[in-house]
């Protein structure tokens, strides 16, 4: 069982930088992928980002067209714990984001691979 925790959102301005992080509790955090989706009003549930439970080669992490060049994921096993660095932000960055544990996953960004969810945090950007 992983409890998964979000912080870091809030309302800023287009261009600005906001760092999210997801804080677990429980177990074996470093068995689990870690994803990072968000939710817009009126839009499904879209992936953003994701780091592997084991390190592949060249720190391999994956993410979405829409934020690469401008998110970075990263993960810090000994304090069990998920970030997402968000610059160069945009208005159609706003939705509520959602970190997710996979159990000995690679890193999927299918919702429905993802095991746990935390209850997310909004993120808001004016133009």
């Known amino acids: 069982q992983v409890h998964l925790e979000e912080s870091g959102g809030g309302l800023v301005q287009a261009g600005d930088s906001l760092r999210l992080t997801c804080a677990a509790s429980?177990?074996?955090?470093?068995?689990?992928?870690m994803g990072w989706f968000r939710q817009a009003p009126g839009n499904e549930r879209e992936f953003v980002s994701a780091?592997?439970?084991?390190?592949?080669?060249?720190?391999?992490?994956h993410y979405a067209d829409s934020v690469k060049g401008r998110f970075t994921i990263s993960r810090d096993n000994a304090k069990n714990t998920v970030s997402l660095q968000m610059n160069s932000l945009k208005p159609e960055d706003t939705a509520v984001y959602y970190c997710?544990?996979?159990?000995w996953g690679s890193g999927s960004d299918e919702p429905e691979d993802y095991d746990y969810w935390g209850q997310g945090t909004q993120v808001t950007v004016s133009s």
């Open positions: 997710a544990a996979d159990l």
């Open positions: 429980g177990q074996a955090f470093s068995a689990y992928a």
């Open positions: 780091i592997p439970a084991i390190p592949k080669p060249d720190d391999w992490t």
